[in-house]
């Protein structure tokens, strides 16, 4: 079992930035694949970025060249950088873990939620 505690939501105005994190315990997650996921109110959860073992990275078009996925396997976390924030990006913010080698990702925080005002 992997639990995952996500931090570092708030309030900010378009235009600023916000680091969130994702603190993992139970499990090492060198063997995990990590992700960022969120969900706007009336919306449906929908994906933000990802990072292998390898630490190959993957991103939503809507974030590309504004958030930056990275895992740090000593501290067992992974964070999420989210620069030159637009109000259409206020949502929950949830982190997930998948094993390496199954496709779907198991394991889920409670959230952070992120408003960014216009």
């Known amino acids: 079992q992997v639990q995952l505690v996500e931090s570092g939501g708030g309030l900010v105005q378009a235009g600023g930035s916000l680091r969130l994190s994702c603190a993992a315990s139970?499990?090492?997650?060198?063997?995990?694949?990590m992700a960022w996921f969120r969900q706007a109110p009336g919306k449906e959860r929908e994906f933000v970025a990802s990072?292998?073992?390898?630490?190959?990275?993957d991103y939503a078009d809507s974030v590309k060249g504004r958030f930056t996925i990275s895992r740090d396997s000593a501290k067992n976390t992974v964070h999420l950088q989210m620069n030159s924030l637009k109000p259409e990006d206020t949502a929950v913010y949830y982190c997930?873990?998948?094993?390496?080698?199954?496709?779907?990702?198991?394991?889920w925080g409670q959230g952070t939620q992120v408003t960014v005002s216009s």
């Open positions: 139970g499990r090492t997650i060198s063997n995990y694949g």
């Open positions: 990072i292998s073992r390898s630490r190959s990275t």
């Open positions: 997930a873990a998948r094993y390496y080698s199954i496709n779907s990702y198991a394991y």
